[in-house]
């Protein structure tokens, strides 16, 4: 099926800004999953721009740094063409991986992210993490400094629970969360759209391909053993195979419909709202084509019955991230 010549909008938020219907994720560009060279990484960032995708989201952590000069590097002369949302307060060091929410971190971790990604402003501003040790009204006070100063426009949250959503709003407007929402992941993300829904707050949808599973590609588990997904639980042994079968209902309609997996996936996140944008990630210009076809899939009210039937809260097996990294999410 051919990718939509025009890319449809959607407001983040209810009183935020207009973006492309479909984002981009930018993580896979720095090596996360597989290698993948800066030249290729640009040319696809470009191709993004020039097909109207301009939701371009990064964070300071993605190859220690390396991700948001890349995208800095790409964006140079086309930064009038993107809405740039990043992150900060994941840390991965020595000793492991961390969080860090005080609010003079936060002045120092944007100032570093500003100079990678050789910008003025950063439209969207995500913690990445919820820090337990840290009031987040204390996180988030610092964060609204950054936008009184002009260094950032919107403030969003990165897997926070419902509780954290509301006193991070009560203390500045939150205009987005991100989270992990496919059919394959779905309770968090669904139990956190209702607060978002409440308050008027958008919703970015990371990963909503699975991390692959949903794409109707992936095999076998060798096939991500030399990545990040080879430590994640859903990835391991029955737990791949489970998960690998799941997919069968999505591969059918597929099938029916003329198009591929990858893009009924995507159009069934699509029609959970308006409030909605998901930012699939990709290393390739052809994947990224195949994303946007799904602007053009029509699911009926009964295909989504069928799909959320057959991918009920819970259908997935194993755990999003290993158990170090579990505690940091929902918080």
């Given at each position: ?8 909008k ?25 290698a ?9 960032i470009h191709?993004a ?16 740094g ?7 590097r ?65 996180t ?19 897997e926070p629970?419902?509780e ?11 205009t987005?969360?991100?989270?992990e ?22 919703y ?48 059918a309609m ?10 009924i996936?995507l ?19 052809e ?11 029509k ?33």
């Open positions: 099926m051919a990718a939509t010549s025009v890319i449809p959607r407001r983040l938020g209810r009183n935020g800004p207009e973006v492309s219907a479909i984002g981009a994720g930018m993580m896979s560009l720095s090596g996360i999953y597989g993948s060279s800066d030249e290729d990484g640009v040319k696809l191709h721009l020039e097909r109207g995708v301009n939701f371009l989201d990064t964070a300071d952590v993605y190859g220690s390396h991700n948001e000069q890349l995208v800095g790409a964006i140079k002369d086309h930064r009038d063409k993107v809405f740039l949302a990043s992150k900060f307060s994941q840390l991965f060091g020595p000793s492991g991986p961390g969080i860090d929410g005080r609010p003079e971190y936060v002045a120092s971790a944007c100032e570093a992210s500003l100079k990678r990604l050789g910008v003025d402003t950063i439209d969207l501003y995500f913690q990445h993490r919820v820090d337990p040790k840290v009031p987040i009204e204390d988030v006070g610092a964060m609204a400094k950054l936008v009184k100063d002009g260094k950032v426009r919107y403030l969003g949250l990165s629970s419902p954290s959503i509301r006193r991070a709003h009560a203390t500045h407007p939150i987005a969360v991100e989270s929402y496919s059919l394959m992941y779905r309770k968090d993300a669904e139990e956190s759209l209702v607060t978002m829904r409440e308050l008027g707050i958008g970015v949808a990371y990963a909503p391909l699975g991390r692959s599973f949903l794409t109707g590609t992936l095999k076998s588990a060798d096939e991500v053993m030399n990545d990040r997904r080879a430590d994640h639980p859903r990835f391991k042994g029955e737990n791949f195979a489970h998960n690998l079968k799941a997919v069968s209902p999505l591969e597929a099938q029916q419909k003329g198009c591929t997996p990858a893009q996936a159009a069934w996140v699509l029609a959970q709202g308006d409030d909605i944008v998901p930012i699939p990630g990709t290393r390739r210009i994947r990224m084509e195949e994303n946007l076809g799904a602007l053009t899939v699911l009926s009210a009964d295909d989504l019955k069928t799909l959320s039937d057959a991918f009920p809260p819970g259908v997935s097996a194993g755990a999003r991230y290993p158990e170090g990294q579990m505690k940091s999410i929902y918080v």
